[in-house]
Structures are given as C-alpha cells and as structure tokens.
C-alpha cells in the first residue's frame, strides 16, 4: 500500500502544468508517424504500475534493510525524473530539456534494474516496460526537436 501511495502522490506532481504550456505543447509539429499519443497516457500508467510492482517485490525480499532501502531512494528518483519531463518541459518550453530528462530517466534505469537483478529478478522484469518505453519517448522528443528548431 505504501509503495502504491507514494507512486501515485509523485505522479500526481507530475501532472502539474503550467499555464499555456500544454498549448504551447499542442501546436508544436509532430512526425507523421506518432500515431499513438493518445495511448502515452496509458502507456505510462502501465509502466508507473510496473515500476510499483517491481518496488513492491523488491521491499518483500527484505523489508526494512538498509540495502532494500537505498533500492526504495532509487525507484522514488526514477519516479521523480519521470514525473518532472512535462512539468519541466513545459515551463522551460524547450524539448532539449525534455530530451535530456528522459534520457537521465533511461540511465537511471538500467541502473536501478542492474541493481535489483540480484534482489529479485522478476522485479527487474518488471522494469523492462519502463527501459522499452523510456527510449521511443526520448526519441520522440528529439524528431520533434528537430520538427520544431525554434522550440528545441
């Protein structure tokens, strides 16, 4: 329950934006091909919902222990990183920043994964909706940084 909570009070923050940054966001140029942005919503509750079972599987090895703590710090940062790419972005109005957010998102990751793999491998599978997703999310936000050069 408390991985739960704590997952969907960071998300929450996520979705914070500030004023005229989604409107900026929807006039930017997107490629023809980004047929599936009204799927990114879901798309990223599935993977936040992953990323909380992984956590949750990892605090079941060994509650309470320091190490399992440090693992707890790692999947809140992920989170935290995530979270902070729109609000960030649209304050900033500029993709770059949101490229760079996702892709310390992405590293972050694969750090976190490598980390739990000893703990709990079924946890770090849990995490592979998150290292497949975060790179076609970062990579979007770069075509269309090269879309939209004023606004990259």
Same mark, same amino acid.
């Given at each position: 329950?408390?991985?739960?909570?704590v997952t969907l009070?960071v998300?929450?923050?996520?979705?914070?934006?500030?004023?005229?940054?989604?409107?900026?966001?929807?006039? *930017?140029?997107?490629p023809?091909w980004?047929?599936?942005?009204?799927? +990114?919503?879901?798309?990223?509750t599935?993977?936040?919902v992953?990323? @909380?079972?992984?956590a949750?599987?990892?605090w079941?090895q060994?509650?309470?222990? !320091?190490?399992?703590?440090?693992?707890?710090?790692g999947?809140?940062?992920l989170? *935290? +990183?995530?979270?902070?790419?729109?609000p960030?972005?649209?304050i900033t109005?500029?993709l770059?920043?949101?490229m760079?957010?996702? @892709?310390?998102?992405f590293?972050?990751?694969?750090? *976190?994964?490598?980390?739990? *793999?000893p703990?709990?491998?079924?946890a770090?599978?849990?995490l592979?909706p998150?290292l497949?997703?975060? !790179? +076609?999310?970062?990579?979007?936000?770069?075509?269309?940084?090269?879309?939209n050069?004023?606004?990259?």
């Amino acid at each position: 329950m408390v991985v739960g909570g704590v997952t969907l009070l960071v998300a929450l923050l996520g979705s914070i934006t500030p004023p005229g940054g989604a409107k900026w966001f929807q006039r *930017l140029q997107r490629p023809s091909w980004l047929t599936f942005e009204k799927l +990114i919503p879901v798309i990223w509750t599935v993977v936040f919902v992953c990323g @909380a079972v992984s956590a949750t599987l990892v605090w079941q090895q060994a509650p309470g222990e !320091p190490a399992t703590w440090l693992l707890m710090a790692g999947y809140v940062l992920l989170e *935290l +990183i995530t979270v902070a790419y729109s609000p960030v972005m649209l304050i900033t109005r500029k993709l770059r920043v949101g490229m760079v957010i996702g @892709a310390t998102g992405f590293v972050v990751a694969i750090v *976190l994964a490598l980390s739990v *793999l000893p703990v709990s491998g079924q946890a770090a599978a849990f995490l592979l909706p998150y290292l497949i997703w975060s !790179p +076609i999310g970062t990579y979007t936000t770069w075509v269309m940084a090269q879309l939209n050069p004023s606004e990259a």
